[in-house]
């Protein structure tokens, strides 16, 4: 079907949640009208929750320009306490309301209306699974996700619209097979994107606003704004974003829904992308932060076993350049120097996926609540990377924590001087909750520690040690009562357990208090 349907403007598509925690789905204009009532988007599935927030950044960045030109920090402070400019955003929104609608028989929404007469792509169809990050399609399965290829149940477009703007993002590089044999990565991919989060949807985008235009004569369009993609630009060599905007919404994989006599979405056409150029160094995403590696710079991602809060140093300033915290921060940091510190703390929203050799193995969202002091203080920030390093210092280092239990492990199998036998318990005691119950622990002395930083370091220093004497003690006695009581069992403990003490003694002396006596 080819007439217009399903103006993403009036239709009921984006999922937010309101102050009372009811939830509702609403079209763009009601979103930006209601974003002082609106608490956040309610988006449940990571890449497209985060999709969702760059969309309405694109469009209120590209609406502030078209109204005012140029705006300041003190700009972003008076609407962040007053709400946005609603009626600019939405006479922005309803000169460019031809482009949004999600069907068109030649400019449909994100969508490349050429693939309908492509030669690679006229008479092929796709289930719309491929789409989908969380489904089986192809030959990429997902657990417990039994989806046929060959009769696709049908999807309305309000889910449609949602999981095409999670997959431009965050979609694997890799064999495509379709206009060229393989594709870029989308900007976030293997990335925890990181989103500043006020207490309404209209804080939350003073908060991430990128600044105004410079100036230099490279207008940064979104995808609405730009001319029709061609199968030619979809051929053709990877391109460097010209900015956040165009990062936003970045087409990184051609996609034609295709539309059913009911509305609904079964099929879809799809190809390579209009691929994204630019290395991490020249180029990097706003919402993603970097840790320096041996030879370039880390995006920092979610990994197996690891809650995120370890890697809260890349989120702060750095004046020792091994981290680059995400542009967004930068960005709410200003605000929050603007309005004197008003706002105590500053919640971030973490959100995406990793994946490993084009295969997706995890998604995420979480949200930290950082003192907001810490996203310009450096010295506190410092500090607060410090301790955090100690943290795993003493569980990782040669003799530390973990390299006592894997001794005292492999004194309990046979031959435990052997290279293997030692390989063997590393593995063992990987596997089991050693790590996760020192860690969870020790997140708990967090807030705390934080908290404290600004106004009596020392003391914040002390409780968060006593508090990793305790998460250590308790780890290691998880270990003892997997030993069980044999002779061996009871030998390793009386030649490990000395040397455990002796560790913490150095480390992390008993005056330390814990959490718990605070």
């Known amino acids: 079907m080819s007439e217009k349907a399903f103006n993403l403007l009036d239709e009921r598509w984006l999922p937010v949640r309101f102050a009372d925690g009811s939830v509702e789905a609403l079209g763009l204009l009601e979103v930006f009208r209601r974003s002082g ?3 956040a988007l309610a988006e449940t599935a990571p890449p497209s929750l985060v999709a969702e927030y760059r969309l309405l950044l694109a469009i209120t960045h590209r609406a502030l320009v078209s109204a005012l030109g140029s705006w300041k920090v003190k700009d972003r402070a008076r609407w962040f306490k007053e ?3 609603v009626e600019d955003i939405c ?3 309803e000169t460019w309301r031809e482009r949004f609608w999600l069907f068109h028989p030649e400019a449909p929404f994100m969508q490349v209306a050429a693939l309908a007469v492509a030669e690679e792509t006229r008479d092929k169809k796709k289930p719309w699974t491929q789409i989908d990050l969380a489904s089986a399609c192809g030959n990429n399965p997902v657990l417990f996700d039994h989806a046929d290829d060959a009769s696709p149940t049908a999807i309305r477009p309000a889910r449609a619209i949602c999981l095409l703007l999670g997959l431009l993002p965050f979609v694997v590089g890799g064999t495509i097979q379709v206009f060229k044999s393989s594709d870029n990565a989308g900007a976030l991919m293997n990335s925890a994107a990181v989103i500043p989060v006020g207490k309404t949807l209209a804080q939350t985008l003073c908060l991430c ?11 940064d369009l979104p995808a609405w704004e730009r001319e029709l993609l061609t199968v030619a630009q979809l051929r053709g060599a990877p391109v460097l974003a010209k900015g956040p905007n165009d990062r936003y919404t970045r087409q990184s994989r051609a996609v ?4 059913g006599f009911d509305g609904d979405v079964q099929w879809l056409r799809f190809g390579a992308g209009y691929a994204l150029l630019g290395n991490d160094e020249d180029a990097p995403d706003p919402m993603t932060n970097f840790t320096a590696g041996k030879d370039k710079w880390m995006r920092v991602t979610f990994r ?6 370890r890697d809260l140093p890349a989120l702060v300033p750095n004046p020792a350049k091994n981290s680059r915290p995400a542009a967004v921060l930068s960005y709410a940091a200003a605000l929050h120097e603007e309005i004197s510190f008003d706002i105590v703390d ?3 929203l973490v959100a995406g996926l990793a994946s490993n050799k084009a295969k997706l193995e995890r998604w995420r969202a979480e949200q930290i609540t950082l003192p907001a002091v810490l996203l310009v ?3 506190q920030a410092g500090y607060l990377r410090e301790q955090v390093a100690f943290a795993e210092d003493l569980f990782y280092k040669k003799n530390g924590v973990r390299h006592l239990a894997v001794d005292m492990l492999a004194e309990t199998l046979p031959d435990p001087r052997d290279k293997d036998t030692r390989n063997r318990a590393r593995s063992i005691l990987d596997g089991g909750p050693f790590a996760a119950t020192y860690f969870a622990q020790a997140e708990r002395a967090l807030p705390k520690l934080m908290e404290d930083i600004g106004t009596d370091p020392e003391q914040a220093g002390a409780l968060w040690r006593g508090n990793l004497r305790a998460a250590a003690d308790n780890a290691w006695q998880q270990v003892l009562t997997g030993l069980g009581g044999s002779a061996r069992a009871l030998r390793a403990d009386a030649k490990y357990w000395p040397r455990f003490q002796g560790l913490l003694n150095r480390e992390v002396p008993k005056n330390n208090m814990t959490i718990n006596e605070v």
Do not use: K, S
């Open 91 to 93: 006479a922005y929104l």
């Open 209 to 219: 606003l990128h600044p105004e235009p410079t100036g230099n004569g490279v207008e």
């Open 377 to 379: 203080d450096v010295d």
């Open 83 to 85: 709400g946005l400019p």
């Open 256 to 259: 034609l829904l295709l539309r």
């Open 304 to 309: 197996e076993g690891r809650a995120f809060w």
């Open 346 to 348: 500053q919640p971030v």
């Open 37 to 39: 009532e609106i608490g």
